[in-house]
């Protein structure tokens, strides 16, 4: 628990940029503020700080080490109360990343109301489609959709996104609408991939046996980005293969039209992923109910 101290008072002397200030907050003597920190880069082995006679500024070994040093006090506060009946609200931090458009669809618009139900929350919210590293930037969560990679992280499935097969009307004036596969020669496809660099796997589709197939295609874009993907088939550049949900608006309005509905690509899993820890923090487990339940009304085949 000593150490466990000298985190505390190190977090609180980050915060205030100030030994003194820390020391006043805290009740405790400047000095022992002073030695606690020092004590605890001996044990590390890096400064934490630098120090003037003006301020109090972090190191980079600092900043590293006061983000998981907060994480890890919020936790080991969750770990005394775990046996209560009252375990009180939710507090510290919560970083998460998910994909563009189901933090643009889902999430932002309904976090109000989480964050009102958990006021002492702070919520850092990546939306990428880049595949983050959940463990080494500090995670405690990621949203991915699409198939998954082996990996020693827990994935839980919370369902899947139907995929639909869509132009813009501009698309069709130049190039027609295409009825079969056969007609696909003569079209375009707006290319998605995760790496710019990497090979696209043409327009895919199953089969009546529910096999996967890809058709090359040919196409004068490939984007990296769900968002530029959407926009660069309103703007009439191909056909996009894209998740039916949220496309309501789009389609009602005569924005998009759907093309080939017998041959669309398969269902795309949702998945939430966490690392393998005997104990996961009750903010976080909370987060993930929320979110498997705020998508359930949208998604097909959800697993609650």
């Not at 375990?87 to 994909?99: A, E, I, K, T």
């Not at 958990?118 to 930037?137: A, K």
């Not at 375009?188 to 996967?212: C, M, N, Q, W």
Request: aromatic content about 6%.
């Amino acid at each position: 628990m000593e150490q466990l101290d000298a985190m505390q008072i190190f977090v609180r002397v980050a915060e205030l940029a100030s030994f003194t200030q820390a020391a006043d907050s805290l009740g405790l003597p400047k000095a022992s503020v002073s030695g606690a920190v020092q004590n605890l880069e001996a044990r590390l082995g890096t400064r934490l700080l630098h120090r003037t006679t003006r301020r109090v500024q972090l190191t980079q070994d600092g900043q590293v080490f006061y983000e998981r040093a907060k994480d890890l006090i919020v936790d080991m506060d969750e770990l005394r109360n775990l046996f209560r009946q009252d375990q009180g609200q939710l507090r510290g931090r919560l970083r998460v990343d998910m994909p563009l458009r189901v933090a643009r669809d889902f999430v932002i618009r309904r976090l109000p109301e989480f964050l009102a139900a958990h006021p002492e929350l702070d919520v850092e919210l990546s939306s990428t489609d880049r595949r983050v590293d959940l463990v080494r930037e500090g995670f405690d969560c990621v949203l991915r959709v699409g198939a998954l990679s082996d990996s020693s992280l827990v994935a839980r499935p919370i369902g899947q996104y139907t995929m639909m097969n869509v132009v813009s009307p501009d698309y069709i004036a130049t190039w027609g609408t295409p009825h079969t596969l056969a007609d696909l020669a003569q079209h375009r496809l707006i290319h998605y991939v995760p790496v710019l660099g990497a090979r696209s796997g043409g327009f895919e589709y199953t089969d009546d046996d529910g096999k996967t197939h890809h058709l090359a295609m040919a196409g004068a874009l490939t984007v990296n980005n769900s968002d530029a993907y959407l926009a660069a088939c309103l703007s009439g550049l191909g056909i996009a293969q894209v998740p039916e949900v949220g496309l309501d608006g789009l389609l009602e309005g005569g924005h998009l039209v759907p093309v080939l509905p017998a041959h669309r690509a398969p269902a795309m899993p949702i998945h939430l992923l966490y690392a393998n820890r005997r104990h996961l923090p009750r903010r976080v487990q909370v987060f993930m109910a929320w979110l498997t339940q705020i998508m359930g009304e949208s998604l097909s085949g959800v697993v609650v």
